[in-house]
């Protein structure tokens, strides 16, 4: 117990004190006026109250991310609360914070607009269809698992359930921000929080086991490695690429600069107090990694969680359990659309050099993306997820480049940003190599290839660094000459 609520509080620590670091490396300006009001269209662009736009951002980045993720980490063991606190704080969060404000900072331009501008043209091109691949297979997923699950408490059958919440998807995809999303958002981030925090009531008072404290050990009944499978199982309340994509969304709606640190560094902290919540819980409640494993064999993480939140809430606890599993995972797939909908617009914009940010091209966008995330609900679901969370992790690892590069080419204190760009680059480097999904192979092979990886890029930015001093001390000898 004594780790948990540590973690706790460290996180609360984090948003205070780290925050706050991050927030002045940035270097906010409140007299900057906000693309809310410079860019106001009635659709994307509109000012917000920061309280509003922070649960939205919540909901937009968590869904059930941080509860299944957290549930099918804590197989691990106690090491996943070292995990999440580390990672929220040091590199979700900043991640979070530096895509959000930078893209302030370009007019709410979205992500790959972002790498196009720091990482160069053909990063930015391969950046906009792996996000795009990325935001179509979050829709799909997070849209199958609530049709399978009200297939099953409901006298209608799966396809009446996809076309029934897709038909709820495009509405939310095309209509302003403030109708769907600006309203009913908030209430179900406030159902996010609520949930979880009776549930880490209910588990300090109430359950049978205690909360197990720090070990080291790996403690998966699988003995599946911890590198860097941990960092991939737990993303969301750690750190997620798929955040980045979400983050513009509501960069667009901030009055001031300085509501950016609410917004976006704290929502990721508190996506990462519900995942510990979960990580514990999952841990707790059935005693031993083991029975949790057995657990999940024979319910999957929705089945854990019912399970949870019945046993602890009662029936009560089974409506929001259901309420949660339902309507979270979809919220966060009409996000995901509205994001790749932006973001293709812009690519084609950029490859036809017409305008498809317009009102007229709306349609033709949605049916691209919505029959194609349509599609892939078809296919199975554990074949989505495992593609979901290798993929994500390469976004955040090339966003936290970006914002690193970012900063050096503005002359601040980098490392905050390339410190954890080179750890995620080790996480997707290895992964990839090791994953199923991946090249499949033996993992001390796959250390070393990973490792290969990791030096060529570390000597990349170097480089990048060593280019802009000499540019820098041009500059400057120029001026001394004139």
């Keep these: 117990m004594v780790t948990f609520i540590a973690s706790i509080v460290l996180l609360i620590v984090g948003y205070i004190v780290y ?51 957290a549930i099918m980490g804590a197989l691990y063991g106690p090491v996943a609360f070292i995990w999440i606190v580390i990672g929220c704080i040091f ?45 179509v297979l979050v829709a799909a997923a997070f ?49 996010l929080i609520f ?107 929705a089945g854990v969680v019912n399970e949870i939140s019945i046993t602890t809430l009662g029936a009560f606890g089974g409506f929001i359990a259901i309420l949660g599993i339902v309507v979270l995972p979809i919220t966060t797939g009409d996000t995901a659309l509205r994001s790749s909908r932006m973001m293709l617009a812009e690519l084609l914009t950029q490859l036809t050099k017409k305008d498809f940010n317009g009102k007229g091209k709306l349609a033709f966008l949605i049916i691209l993306v919505t029959g194609t995330t349509l599609y892939l609900t078809t296919i199975d679901y554990s074949f989505l997820w495992r593609y979901v969370g290798g993929s994500n992790q390469i976004i955040a690892a090339v966003m936290l480049w970006t914002a690193a590069m970012y900063l050096v080419k503005n002359n601040k204190f980098h490392w905050i940003c390339s410190i954890p760009a080179l750890f995620m680059t080790a996480v997707v480097s290895t992964y990839f190599f090791y994953a199923p999904e991946g090249f499949n ?21 170097v480089s990048q660094l060593i280019n802009h001093k000499r540019a820098s001390n041009y500059e400057d000898s120029q001026l001394k000459v004139g």
């Design 441 to 461: 192979l033996d993992y001390g092979i796959s250390l070393v290839l990973g490792m290969v990886i990791w030096v060529a890029v570390l000597a990349w930015f």
């Design 143 to 191: 849209t199958a698992a609530p049709a399978q699950l009200l297939t099953q408490i409901t006298p209608l059958n799966a396809t009446t359930w996809l076309v029934i919440i897709f038909a709820y998807l495009i509405l939310a995809a095309i209509l302003p921000i403030n109708k769907i999303i600006g309203r009913v958002y908030p209430i179900f981030g406030a159902i």
């Design 195 to 301: 949930m979880a925090v009776s549930i880490g009531v209910g588990m300090l008072f109430f359950f049978d086991h205690p909360i197990p404290n720090l070990t080291l050990s790996n403690l998966h009944p699988g003995e599946m490695p911890i590198w860097p499978l941990l960092m991939v199982t737990i993303s969301c309340g750690a750190i997620s690429g798929f955040h980045s994509t979400q983050s513009p969304i509501l960069a667009r709606t901030l009055k001031k600069e300085n509501e950016g640190r609410k917004v976006f560094y704290g929502a990721m902290i508190g996506e990462g107090v519900i995942a510990m919540i979960w990580a514990a819980a999952g841990m707790t409640f059935f005693g031993s990694t083991g029975a949790l494993q057995t657990a999940l064999a024979a319910g999957g993480p």
């Design 19 to 69: 925050g706050k670091v991050v927030e002045r490396i940035f270097g906010i300006n409140d007299q900057n006026s906000t693309p809310a009001y410079t860019n106001n269209d009635g659709l994307d662009y509109m000012p917000m109250s920061w309280w509003k736009a922070s649960l939205i951002q919540l909901l937009n980045i968590a869904g059930t991310g941080p509860i299944f993720g």
């Design 91 to 135: 590199a979700g969060a900043v991640h979070d914070y530096f895509s959000g404000m930078i893209s302030l900072r370009h007019n709410g331009a979205q992500f790959p607009t972002l790498v196009g501008k720091y990482l160069g043209g053909k990063m930015k091109f391969v950046t906009t269809i792996v996000s795009i691949i990325l935001m």
